[in-house]
């Protein structure tokens, strides 16, 4: 006979689950981007293109993108706990064998198993919501979206200085460590719930419709600049990819125990929510690709930094503090001026930041304290459509619901690189102008965030 599913007053240490589901989407986020510091090292060192190298994000990427929902369905099903816990065993034995890969195929295939990580996030989301309540989930809502910032940003850091002293193998080495040490936090801080939410059976159509269709359109998007974005592989790879997303949205809409429940997104907030997290997800991925080669570019170039990996990773640090600190002012603000223009907020504190970028990126002191007005609307950002996503989905569906606005968040960050590099390769006489293209793009996509939270802040927000 199941056991009742515990009540809010049963958890005696509410501020300990908190911790546990934390450190578990910090480990996430750090190996998310732990690696783009070491990508020249790893392909001198494995004899890759700079082509190749690149799949060691994207296929995190990609897999996490598919993976996500399909792992929050089972967490809807078979416990979150259970399968947060699963999870993160498949994620520790891919970190160490990213650590010891020979090669970079199996580099590549550690990084694509890696991705089941992707699905922490909603998982720890569910766990909160399923075990806290009032103040404590508050909380917990500021403090376990506000990881993945934190921990993208401080990946840079961590990532610039271990490999610097120690060697890109030593990422994936320190990550199987931390990955192990989070579970075992779960192990000993987070309880056992009660019955699964929902008792169904696998939609398997509609997971190999999710998979092969995201596959197909974030591989264009990601492949678009090497390919040609006119070309013919690149066209008919995103129209196949946009075709069975379509066939998905129909044929889940059709079924009584979907995958995902597209019907859920005839809600207009819902779909606001969404085209927020997918600026949430991009601009700070602008960031990510674009600042590391302005920093470490020589000053001969007449806009680059001179800074060695360690020095242009610490002038990262600032930004990396304020998403931390941007979740933690989340719940508050909140409380005081409502969801929607907490999300304004978000938004245009990203706009302004690139910005500022866009405007000086040949000050190494613009970019610092730019990106770090960047970073608290990140943090503030990621916090907010976390809130969004579940105050609208419908508590048993909330594993597979935030695991689909996780995959709407990785084709934001998917998207970034591509456009980078692209804009970047055009900057031709004048390169600086690349960079500042690059900084204005996102922030224009700021000031899209802003234009959604305002019709957001229009609607009402479940409590």
Do not use: K
């Not at 989070?182 to 696998?202: K, N």
């Not at 609307?377 to 579940?390: E, P, Q, S, T």
């Not at 934001?412 to 980078?420: L, R």
Request: charged share 10%.
């Amino acid at each position: 006979m199941p056991t009742p599913p515990l009540g809010p007053r049963d958890i005696a240490r509410p501020g300990a689950v908190t911790v546990a589901l934390s450190l578990v989407v910090l480990a996430f986020s750090l190996m998310q981007t732990l690696v783009v510091p070491a990508l020249p090292t790893i392909g001198a060192e494995l004899g890759a293109t700079a082509q190749g190298t690149g799949w060691v994000i994207t296929a995190f990427l990609l897999s996490g993108a598919v993976l996500a929902p399909v792992v929050g369905n089972l967490g809807d099903r078979f416990g979150h706990r259970r399968v947060l816990l699963g999870t993160l065993a498949v994620f520790a034995l891919a970190s160490a064998a990213a650590a010891a890969a020979p090669n970079m195929s199996v580099l590549l295939a550690a990084r694509a198993v890696q991705g089941v990580s992707t699905a922490t996030f909603p998982l720890a989301l569910a766990l909160a919501r399923q075990l806290l309540h009032g103040r404590s989930l508050a909380a917990a809502f500021g403090w376990i979206p506000g990881m993945i910032g934190l921990g993208a940003g401080a990946a840079l850091v961590v990532g610039g200085i271990v490999v610097d002293a120690l060697g890109w193998r030593w990422l994936f080495a320190l990550g199987t460590v931390l990955v192990a040490a989070s579970a075992v936090a779960i192990v000993l801080l987070v309880p056992r719930g009660g019955a699964p939410a929902v008792s169904r059976s696998t939609d398997w159509l509609g997971t190999v419709l999710l998979a092969v269709g995201l596959v197909a359109t974030l591989l264009a998007v990601s492949q678009g600049a090497s390919w040609g974005w006119g070309s013919a592989r690149t066209l008919a790879t995103g129209v196949v990819g946009l075709l069975l997303l379509a066939v998905l949205v129909r044929v889940e809409s059709r079924r009584t125990a979907p995958l995902v429940d597209v019907r859920t997104f005839r809600s207009t907030s819902l779909v606001l929510t969404s085209v927020l997290t997918v600026v949430v997800g991009f601009v700070p991925y602008v960031c990510y690709v674009a600042i590391p080669v302005l920093t470490q570019a020589p000053t001969s170039t007449g806009y680059g930094h001179g800074m060695s990996v360690t020095v242009s990773a610490l002038a990262m640090l600032p930004s990396a503090v304020m998403v931390f600190l941007g979740g933690r002012l989340t719940p508050a603000m909140v409380a005081r001026i409502g969801a929607g223009r907490t999300a304004a907020v978000a938004s245009g504190a990203m706009a302004v930041g690139a910005a500022l970028m866009a405007g000086w990126p040949t000050s190494g002191w613009g970019i610092v304290v730019a990106f770090g007005v960047l970073g608290l609307g990140n943090g503030i950002g990621y916090a907010i459509c976390a809130r969004l996503v579940v105050d609208f989905s419908p508590a048993t569906e909330t594993g597979a619901a935030t695991g689909l606005n996780s995959v709407v968040r990785t084709v934001g960050s998917a998207a970034a690189a591509p456009v980078v590099g692209v804009l970047l390769a055009r900057g031709g006489v004048d390169p600086a102008s690349g960079f500042t293209a690059a900084f204005g793009v996102a922030a224009v996509a700021g000031v899209v965030g802003v234009v959604v939270a305002v019709l957001l802040a229009r609607r009402p927000v479940a409590a």
